[in-house]
């Protein structure tokens, strides 16, 4: 894969380095034919967001070629290393004329080489780890509501909220009204803490379609990121929600560029004890529950409600029902890891059986192609259904 | 009891921004009494506070277009509340470019000063900011914990160097010492002086001048040698929260010294007076 990005283009890359940067800790490469996307997840699944650039974004694009099972390549890299590269935006903007990156699988090294003014080369070889897809599952055109605005709009909304605030909730009524309001968790005591509320009108949006009143509550950090980057891009962002617990999808959008940022939404807002004991049950063949991992953005509460649901392997023929609902497993985190290196060692020695050709997404996160000796902790290969296979990106 | 009140003029809500920012630097949490003219901030001598104690009063008139209080009870006709002044200070910092901006006292869940920004936008209608903050009613009955203090009889008053540059000096000896020797005589010198096992460092301020004061209590100083020094150790850490808080210069700035016991420091702007009193150690 080689990529070639010139001119105001290259604050733009580093602008969306940034923005996922706030969401997960590796960024995930992946040349595709559609273009080049660059994407993250969180460490507990709650937010996930997809750069895809044009191949016309770019001055020279050449995907690279297939690999022997006709997929393109997949890696990725340490955020920290990758963003390190673009780390200081007004010097990007100042002193680089030209980002060249380029990715040999053969070669260990991704290479992200900046021309700059005086005949200047930095030459950066980040290490990159071959990977699984990562793709969430969501349709935008299910969600019932949905809200598009300059981003100025919302940014200047989301300032009137402390920047370490965690959570906030937006809320929407069929007469119009649009309005954000902090979250306060079951852990803090009402009594004690200020509560911030802010309310806009439907002039200041460009779209408002709302079928119900609804409330969905989502975690603010990850969208300031979005945020910080659509106010610089002069984009409307497009907000699709549904009722709590579905999740919120974020997307930007022009000719060269396409955003989006998906963020799982707290299940009940009221009261997030009664999370989920319907559809945990729904799934007994799932094995032990594993104990939540820690996420700074949630602590406290139960990770189980705040799952996206991503694509699943499929093992799983046509027969078994789709689940409309989430995911209410969470694997353990050293079940995920082994689960990932085990479906690289899989995927490389290709010896997965009865695995249709055509599907061939894996999820990192259920080891669904686990031999059983090598499950660990999962009782064998789990062929949880967790959503219908939808067009990722439209 | 009732409270409303209402700021339209940009430079008034500027002010009370900056005075609400101050007071927020100098007390986590603190008490509000409202009377038909003024707001007063008190934090009592606690020894949750270290034994400081702050009295701020402003006239509500050079602030507020509205202001309709109406106390506990006919004959006291005043309200009393605990507060936390950073979420006042935090709902403020966004209304900087604000139309207009209500304070009233409300009962959400429980007892909340709302403060409600009305800011420009681009719409028709404006976008309505409400916070709503948490307040804590005193009953009368504990009112006369909050009773504003009385001028010490202290054994020398001088006026205040520049505060920035005390401030700077402070801020440079608070790395080497926790507590901090504030001296002073009637000749308008001022040192403030650290000492540790490993090193003495002694700041001289020349030329500050001395206030008049017009009653009693110059008495005791008359006979006073002028040159003689009184003098506290205080918290070094105290006196910085109170010279990093300002956020402009005062009109007046001045303290009084009793020696050995505690130091009181009275910062007097156009419309604001702030008195901060800092006991000596032991």
């Known amino acids: 894969m080689r990529c070639l990005v010139t001119g105001g283009n290259v604050k733009v890359i580093g602008k969306a380095v940034h923005s996922l940067s706030r969401i997960g800790d590796e960024l995930y490469v992946e040349p595709t034919e559609d273009g080049l996307s660059l994407r993250a997840v969180n460490s507990s699944r709650s937010a996930y967001a997809c ?53 040999n699988p053969r070669a ?82 009402p009594s004690r803490t200020m509560v911030t509320e802010l309310c806009l009108s439907e002039d200041e949006f460009q779209v408002v379609q709302v079928q119900q009143q609804s409330h969905v509550t989502f975690c603010l950090k ?16 497009n907000i699709h929600f549904d009722s709590p617990g579905r999740p919120a999808i974020f997307t930007l959008s022009d000719p060269l560029l396409e955003v989006h940022l998906v963020l799982a939404t707290l299940s009940d807002p009221n009261s997030s004890s009664q999370v989920h004991s319907a559809t945990l049950q729904a799934h007994p063949a799932n094995g032990a529950f594993p104990t939540a991992t820690p996420d700074d953005d949630f602590t406290g509460d139960d990770i189980d409600s705040y799952m996206i649901a991503m694509e699943t392997t499929c093992e799983e023929g046509p027969g078994l ?42 999820s990192l996160f259920f080891g669904s192609v686990l031999t059983p000796s090598q499950a660990g902790t999962h009782p064998g290969p789990s062929q949880d259904v967790l959503a219908e296979d939808s067009e990722g990106e439209s | 009891m009732r409270f409303r009140a209402k700021i339209v003029d940009v430079a008034c809500l500027n002010h009370f921004t900056r005075v609400i920012n101050t007071i927020a630097k100098l007390a986590k949490t603190c008490t509000l009494r409202l009377t038909v003219d003024k707001l007063y901030f008190i934090l009592t001598d606690k020894v949750a506070n270290g034994g400081v104690s702050m009295w701020c009063e ?78 804590g009613v005193i009953p009368r009955r504990l009112w006369n914990d909050f009773r504003e203090p009385s001028v010490p009889d202290f054994d020398v008053s001088i006026y205040l160097p520049v505060l920035k540059t005390m401030k700077s000096v402070v801020e440079r000896m608070k790395n080497l010492s926790n507590c901090i020797v ?23 301020f020349k030329g500050l001048g001395n206030p008049p004061w017009e009653d009693g209590s110059q008495n005791s100083t008359q006979d006073r040698d002028p040159e003689s020094m009184a003098e506290a ?20 700035a001045l303290c009084n010294i009793v020696s050995k016991r505690i130091v009181h420091f009275i910062l007097l702007h156009e419309e604001v007076s702030l008195q901060y009193f800092i006991p000596a150690l032991a």
Request: net charge negative; aromatic share 8%; proline share 6%.
């Open chain 2, 58 to 135: 402003l006239n509500q008139g050079n602030f507020f277009d509205e202001f309709q209080m109406e106390g506990v009870a006919a004959e006291h006709n005043e309200i009393y509340l605990e507060l936390t002044p950073e979420n006042l200070s935090r709902a403020l910092k966004t209304a900087q470019n604000a139309k207009t901006v209500k304070i009233k006292l409300t009962n959400k869940h429980c007892p909340c000063l709302t403060v409600a920004v009305e800011l420009p936008s681009l719409s028709s209608s404006s976008r309505i900011v409400t916070h709503d903050i948490p307040v």
């Open chain 2, 182 to 204: 504030l001296e002073a005589n009637l000749n308008g010198e001022m040192n403030l002086k650290i000492e540790t096992d490993l090193v003495s460092v002694t700041t001289h």
């Open chain 1, 222 to 237: 990850e969208f300031r990121g979005l945020l910080s980057f659509a106010e610089s891009s002069n984009l409307p962002l």
């Open chain 2, 233 to 252: 150790r205080i918290d070094i850490r105290k006196l910085l929260q109170l010279l990093a808080g300002q956020q402009v210069n005062p009109t007046k």
């Open chain 1, 51 to 103: 750069f895809l650039f044009a191949p016309l974004f770019f001055q020279l694009y050449e995907e690279g070629s297939l690999d022997p099972d006709g997929e393109t390549f997949r890696c990725k890299v340490l955020m920290k290393s990758f963003l390190g590269v673009f780390r200081s935006l007004p010097s990007l903007e100042k002193m680089v004329e030209k980002c060249l990156i380029s990715l």
């Open chain 1, 108 to 189: 260990s090294r991704l290479v992200v080489q900046l021309h700059c003014k005086y005949g200047v080369t930095k030459t950066h070889n980040l290490s990159f780890q071959e990977c699984e897809l990562l793709q969430a599952v969501f349709d935008k055109e299910l969600c019932a509501n949905t809200l598009r605005a300059p981003a100025r709009v919302l940014v200047d909304a989301v300032v009137h909220f402390p920047v370490t605030l965690a959570e906030v909730t937006l809320g929407v009524s069929p007469a119009g009204k649009v309005s954000f309001r902090n979250y306060l968790d079951e852990e803090t005591e």
């Open chain 1, 321 to 362: 029902p789709s689940s409309p609902t989430f995911p209410q497993r969470r694997p353990h985190p050293g079940a995920a890891l082994e689960s990932e290196s085990s479906a690289m060692e899989s995927d490389l020695e290709g010896a997965v059986p009865g695995t249709p050709p055509q599907k061939k997404f894996r």
